[in-house]
């Protein structure tokens, strides 16, 4: 999730410790104390899985790059890759480079009408299936 | 120094006749993104009496989900004061940051109505929500049938010509996430690939655009009735259909798998075009559905970037980007048909 749940927990900490100061409007602290309820809340239900989910996409997307050849296109590199470093923020970043290429790789699959656009789509359905949320509206 | 004295200072100075004035139960309503929003009470003392108001305060945060311009969302809400269309009275603008460290505007308070989506689906209002579908795109259809010309707005919104409406609207928000996206988002540039290579007919009318019409944006009564509609700091000229494609975004539908949670799309469409005069030519709204994914994907995109970037640290600004980027991405599925 962007903002990073670290650097979001770390942003309320700081405000729960700001809400203890006297000279805190009320209305301020009850909004600002509300939402980040809600935050907390919402980091609690990704905290488990963020790096299963990750990793799982990351393959996918490898595994698509790795067909990039069939549009005229060489992600070799990219396809290689592994998540040897299961850090999060490392996981993360190796995901946005992968979905970036995947975006180049879609453009191509959709221009030459290949059959990979179906398969591209289907991992981008799948993907908004792994970060579903329990009160996602949709 | 805390608001209240300021405030009350800034009104003294706009009311000449009054003395007295004093800015009481001030507090903070929380859940707006793109302006910090408070209501308060104005007493002051005029020809012997002692007189109240409740009033809004909407004052612009350090930095926005949204970069609009204070003045035409002022100018909107005037525009309508009057008409079919039930909008707060506005009374003083100012632009300056000096007054209280932000542009603000201050409204009466349309009091004793809800705003909030999730109260709707509980009792009492859960049997209105037919009823207020009715009103809430009747409304919009008053909105799309206005004359911009007549109602003084084409002299503070950038004309638009009927068919470059789509393209000035898709370049602003593509531009947007050009700008502010700190992730790669495949399913909104596959939309913006396709929008491109599709693009609408000429507008039927360049009309006003509200620009965020969904529920949760205007204020309702227990018996399906409409009492102000709230929230035009996005509003701009351009073709009506795109404030009736954001009527439609799933993201707006909080789960209950109906437009704006309210109705059936069709019954929607149906009273729109009833009340409006205009025609929602399928092919058209379905371009301008779409398009409000991408438009929406960029407003959460740019909350987290004002977070990012440290312009703003509010948790509401982390609320959007966390809730709602997944949920546009999947709606914008559903609108190509692949969810």
Redesign the interface.
Same mark, same amino acid.
């Given at each position: 999730m962007t903002p990073s749940v670290p650097a979001v927990l770390a942003e309320i900490a700081g405000l729960a410790i700001r809400n203890t100061m006297p000279d805190v409007h009320p209305a301020d602290r009850a909004s600002s104390l509300g939402l980040s309820a809600l935050l907390l809340s919402m980091a609690a239900e990704v905290w488990d899985g963020t790096a299963a989910r990750l990793v799982e996409e990351n393959r996918a997307v490898r595994a698509l790059l790795a067909r990039a050849g069939e549009v005229g296109l060489d992600f070799a590199a990219l396809a290689a890759g592994d998540d040897a470093d299961l850090r999060i923020s490392s996981l993360q970043a190796g995901n946005d480079a992968l979905r970036a290429a995947l975006i180049t790789l879609h453009a191509a699959a959709e221009a030459k009408g290949a059959a990979l656009e179906a398969d591209i789509w289907a991992e981008l359905v799948a993907s908004t299936e792994r970060r579903k949320m329990a009160a996602s509206p949709v | 120094m805390?608001?209240e004295p300021r405030l009350a200072t800034y009104i003294a100075a706009r009311m000449p006749h009054a003395s007295d004035i004093a800015v009481e139960d001030?507090?903070?309503i929380?859940g707006g993104a793109s302006r910090e929003t408070?209501r308060f009470r104005l007493l002051w003392t005029q020809d012997g009496a002692r007189q109240e108001r409740k009033l809004i305060l909407r004052r612009d945060p350090p930095a926005s989900l949204i970069d609009t311009e204070r003045r035409i969302e002022f100018e909107a809400y005037r525009a309508f004061r009057g008409s079919a269309v039930p909008v707060p009275e506005m009374l003083w603008l100012e632009e300056e940051d000096a007054v209280l460290d932000h542009p603000f505007f201050i409204a009466e308070e349309i009091a004793g109505f809800q705003a909030s989506p999730q109260l709707l689906f509980g009792p009492p209002y859960v049997e209105t929500l037919a009823k207020l579908g009715e009103r809430k795109w009747t409304i919009l259809a008053e909105i799309a049938k206005a004359d911009p010309a007549a109602i003084g707005l084409t002299e503070v919104m950038p004309a638009v010509a009927a068919d470059a409406c789509w393209d000035r609207e898709l370049s602003y928000w593509e531009g947007v996430l050009d700008e502010d996206e700190?992730?790669?988002l495949?399913?909104i !540039? $596959?939309a913006i690939?396709w929008l491109r290579a599709n693009p609408p007919p000429p507008a039927q009318k360049v009309g006003v655009v509200h620009g965020d019409y969904r529920t949760g944006n205007f204020l309702y009564d227990e018996v399906g009735g409409i009492h102000g509609i709230l929230d035009w700091e996005m509003a701009h000229l351009g073709d009506p259909l795109e404030d009736l494609g954001w009527s439609f975004n799933?993201?707006?539908?909080?789960?209950a798998g109906m437009a704006g949670g309210l109705l059936p799309r069709e019954q929607a469409i149906a009273i729109w075009e009833r009340a409006s005069g205009l025609k929602a030519d399928p092919a058209a709204l379905h371009w301008w559905e779409l398009f409000n994914c991408v438009k929406g994907q960029a407003i959460w995109v740019s909350s987290?970037r004002a977070?990012?970037d440290g312009g703003n640290?509010?948790?509401?600004m982390?609320?959007p980007?966390?809730?709602?980027?997944?949920?546009?991405? !999947? $709606?914008a599925?559903?609108v190509m048909g692949?969810?």
């Open positions: - | 805390a608001l001030l507090s903070r929380s408070y700190s992730e790669p495949p399913i !540039r $596959a690939r799933p993201v707006w539908s909080f789960g987290a977070w990012l640290r509010e948790p509401i982390v609320y980007p966390w809730a709602l980027l997944n949920a546009q991405d !999947r $709606a599925l559903i692949r969810l």
